[in-house]
């Protein structure tokens, strides 16, 4: 995606607190994200992942100090145009109910452009297509919708204006394990595609590390480790890390059928207590 | 009561009709005024949500207002007439509207309002495609709810001389016309009923879904939005068009003989004349409501009554007696008015009593009853005992007290009369009810009541413009004796008869027309 400023870094904090009233939430949050990555934000609930995603198209105000989104302090940004370049996929994929999925979907383009009608038309049905929803959908209302449905819906909204960062919020909470996957699959393919900055809050440490060009990990508005994938799992950094990341250790990759080779594997323990019996 | 009701509506359609259009035009000019300046005022203030409940009060405030009491305010402003109507209504309709809107408003899912937000959307982008069709739903009930009140208080129109069923409702009572009153009533409710459902109707059209539906809607929309501005046409261009010839506004004063006389004025000048009398009957309040609209120029013309004008108007203070109306002519002049066509009816407070003790006692004054009072008794309406002109001052004017008093309904007097129950009542010279009554009215000797003789109250300047008009208002000098009038009174309040045809019967019988 292009962009003017020579500066390649899409999104940083800068020493960055947010206090509701005598509770802080974040604490001294610094990170600079460089243009084109895929950041994995995870935590417990309640540690300030959507805060500090909120943060960046100024939903949310931080208490003291900057976020700087292509160089450029938010706060001196018209918040209108910084929210145009910046797709947001809402936690709990919140869909306008009074407008078609359709509606919805091009709800950004056309605030955007508002005479090129076709076109639109045209990057709805691509995105349908790319967040694989069948286009029979196009004329139906979130509530006849099915959860999953409508997180995808979401995403495609999110996308739809081709912003150069995309935030989202727990897109795949509502989606099975095998949607999941193929959401997972076309993400990753749209991030390698578009070059498009992301940041992506999930509660599945899987997730996170698979997609994550880099992982951040927070608890209680504290930054616990900011590093690769490998890195996270390879050194996890506090004890609270290495609890999350600690199945993820333990996952063994052998090939199904060498599964009860290690008898340390789930399939090879199950084995035994069934020959036990 | 229902079926005399029903004929009564079959019978003069035209009538109602012509109130149903005036009722339903003058409501729907107050619920779009409400509609679009107390949307905006809700959007408004759930915008800025600090002046919310300042206005929130305000609105809160007019709607307390009695309805009654918002007219009295308005009339010096608006005067009398659809313009005070329309306002009031206005007034009321806007809380409902104001409220259903703010409502609707804030009560969007905060959730959803983020999230038009952070789409980058104008606050009215935002406004207009996310949070005013979320909170439409909420803003069509309380628009149901206000229509429908409007339609019922739209009722209360006719009180100022606005028009509307209000109109039928107001003649029945003060004409004793019980049935025209429920078939106004029940007009208003029929139309309030209808309006009701026909907004449920489109309340359920706009939650359909689809775009099957959308297309439905908008043919439905385009349709009723052409039908209200025919009606809307309707309403204009007749007036606009009649607009070529003189018109005299003639007002009358909610009493039964007002009516007959207001009929045939209407008649007589519109016979004689190339004028064309536009009839406001029944204002509510009378003097009061009917002279400042006068002095405005709203009317022209409407009958009054000398005591009234001496008292009310000139602001005089004694009683009025007949030889001084040099003098109330002298007072009207400086207000731009002329007493013109006295009929030769008063209409005053009197005393009858019944044949049979006239004979016995050879009663024929006040002066003779106060010798045989104490063997009497004399019924009155409370009212009587209570004002300070009244029994006392009666009583110590010709040193008469009676054997005894009793308090009735104005209804009831004549009956209790008939049956010995009394033998003397306090009546209005002009009383339906007298002109069969088996009673002597006595003559007051003393002077002690003002006199009320009737006549015509024009304003000068009408006089200049249409020369013609005063000739036609004097030949109705002397052609109506109190017993013309009561009887008159009797044919509409007893027999039922419409006010014009007793007017018609009344110019015809005097060859005037
Ligand atoms: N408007 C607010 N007023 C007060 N406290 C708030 C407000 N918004 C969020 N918080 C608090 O801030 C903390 C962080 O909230 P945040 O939404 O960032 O959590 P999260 O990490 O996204 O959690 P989850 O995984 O459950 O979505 C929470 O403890 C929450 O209660
Ligand atoms: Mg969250």
Known sequence: ?277 | MLAQSWDLLVQRWDFFWGLLLEHMEICLVAVLIAIVFGGIAGILISEYQKAAKPTLAVVNFLYTIPSISMLGFLIPFSGVGDATAIITLTVYALLPMVRSTYTGMTNVDPAIMEAARGMGGTRMQTLVRVQLPLALPVIMSGIRNMVTMTIALGGIASFIGAGGLGVAIYRGITTNNAAMTVAGSLLIAVLALVVDAILGFVEKRMRARGAKSHRTNRRLAIGAAAACAAVALGATVPGALAGTGGIIHVATKPMTEQYVMGEALKMLIEHDTNLKVELTEGVGGGTSNIEPAMESGQFDLYPEYTGTGWAMVLKNEGTYSEGEFDQLQAGYQELGMSWVGMYGFGNTYGMAVRKDVAEKYNLKTYSDLARVADHLTLGAEADFFEREDGYDALCNTYGMSFGNTMQMDIGLKYDALAQGSVDAIVIFTTDGKLSTADATVLTDDKGFFPSYQCGNVVRDQVLQQHTELRGVLEKLQGTISEQDMARMNYEVEEEGKDPKTVAEEFLRSKGLI
């Open chain 1, 1 to 277: 995606m292009s962009t003017t400023t020579t500066n390649d870094v899409a999104i940083e904090y800068r020493d960055i607190c947010k206090a509701y009233g005598e509770k802080s939430v974040l604490e001294h949050l610094n990170l600079r994200i460089p243009r084109g990555e895929f950041i994995t934000m995870i935590g417990s609930s309640g540690s300030g992942k959507t805060t500090a995603l909120k943060m960046v198209n100024r939903l949310i105000e931080p208490t003291s100090g900057t976020v700087l989104v292509d160089g450029h302090d938010v706060r001196e940004t018209d918040p209108i145009r910084l929210r145009r370049n910046i797709g947001y996929a809402i936690q709990g994929s919140v869909l306008f109910p009074h407008m078609t999925v359709e509606e919805n979907i091009s709800y950004v383009p056309n605030l955007l452009n508002k005479h090129d009608h076709e076109r639109t038309r045209k990057a709805v049905r691509t995105w349908m297509d790319i967040v694989g929803l069948p286009c029979d959908l196009l004329e139906r209302y979130p509530s006849e919708l099915s959860g999953g449905q409508q997180q995808r819906v979401g995403i495609a909204r999110a996308l739809a204006a081709s912003p150069d960062i995309l935030l989202m919020d727990e897109p795949f909470g509502a989606v099975d394990e095998i949607t999941r996957g193929q959401l997972q699959v076309e993400i990753s393919r749209i991030h390698r595609e578009t070059g498009i900055t992301v940041m992506f809050v999930t509660h599945d440490i899987g997730e996170a590390l698979r997609l994550g060009t880099h992982v951040l990990v927070l608890d209680e508005g504290k930054v616990q480790q900011y590093g690769a994938s490998e890195e996270i799992l390879a050194r996890p950094a506090t004890a609270f890390v290495e609890q999350l990341v600690s199945r993820q250790r333990h996952a063994c990759d052998l090939p199904e059928d060498q599964l009860c080779a290690c008898t340390h594997s789930g399939a090879a323990r199950a084995r035994a207590a069934l020959a036990a019996m």
